[in-house]
């Protein structure tokens, strides 16, 4: 076994300039960005960290874990320190601790919960861009909190996924499914009234929550109804996505609640 220590992180970060989790090539990513600030704290000293799942360009994160591997033993409050002050300002590590060397972060039992902030109407101050998305249209909020409702439970998510494997697993369990005016993210140039599409479940599928937030739009623009949500959720259903996907800026990663 490579490394002799396992270290637990849990951070928050502003994912808008970011080309999601996952490194790529040719692209600014937050993984990179974890691991360029840690080589300033390790000064040289070998080190491997993964994340608890990957993100969307531009999803932001109240709470993320990523799993750090070192032969290094850390002092936690000094190591905290020094990462934050290595960290850009659009990035915060909140907490570390060491975990079993077998511990594994993706593996792990977790229930997470997605937040989508939205606003309708006029086109919002510039400054809301990387917490909001704004909809020109009028939209009938009452009839897409109806709309959520009927996310909630056992249903069969094909059309809400893109680019599925052949092991994807397209029956899945929300938890709580619900839209609410937003009381969480609050600012002097945010609209004076704005929404929450809340989402809470053990696994989501690629872009699930985005197709299922760009459905709700059209609930609320009168272009579809309550009927095509729960016969677009049945098991017998033509198993094509839907092509319509909400921005990714207005998503957050609010919680992850890990089952050690």
């Known amino acids: 076994m490579k490394y002799s220590n396992s270290y637990l992180i849990k951070i928050q970060f502003l994912g808008f300039r970011f080309s999601g ?3 790529q090539t040719n692209a600014k990513t937050l993984h990179d960005m974890v691991d360029k600030s840690l080589s300033f704290v390790f000064k040289g000293g070998d080190y491997k960290t993964i994340g608890v799942g990957r993100t969307d360009a531009k999803v932001s994160a109240n709470i993320y874990f990523l799993q750090m591997f070192t032969d290094v033993l ?24 060491k975990v079993d060397r077998s511990f594994n972060v993706i593996n792990v039992s977790k229930v997470k919960e997605y937040h989508y902030y939205f606003s309708f109407g006029e086109k919002n101050h510039p400054f809301s861009a990387p917490f909001l998305v704004n909809i ?55 609209p004076e009234q704005s929404y929450i599409l809340k989402v809470k479940g053990k696994g989501f599928l690629r ?17 579809l109804d309550l009927q095509f949500i729960e016969d677009s959720l049945k098991v017998d259903n033509d198993r094509k996505f839907l092509r319509n996907i909400a921005p990714a800026s207005g998503l957050q990663l609010y919680n992850i609640e890990l089952v050690l």
Request: net charge negative.
């Open 21 to 23: 989790w996952q490194k």
């Open 207 to 223: 872009y699930q929550i985005r197709l299922m937030m760009a459905t709700l739009f059209e609930v609320g623009k009168g272009n």
């Open 136 to 190: 020109n249209n009028e939209l009938d909020v009452l009839l897409m909190m109806k709309a959520a409702k009927l996310f909630e439970g056992e249903h069969y998510f094909h059309k809400y996924c893109t680019k599925p494997s052949e092991n994807t697993i397209f029956k899945r369990t929300i938890d709580s499914c619900e839209i609410v005016e937003n009381d969480i993210l609050t600012a002097s140039f945010f």
């Open 74 to 97: 850390v002092d936690e409050i000094p190591f905290l320190e020094s990462l934050n002050s290595n960290f850009p300002p659009d990035f915060k590590a909140l907490l570390v601790e």
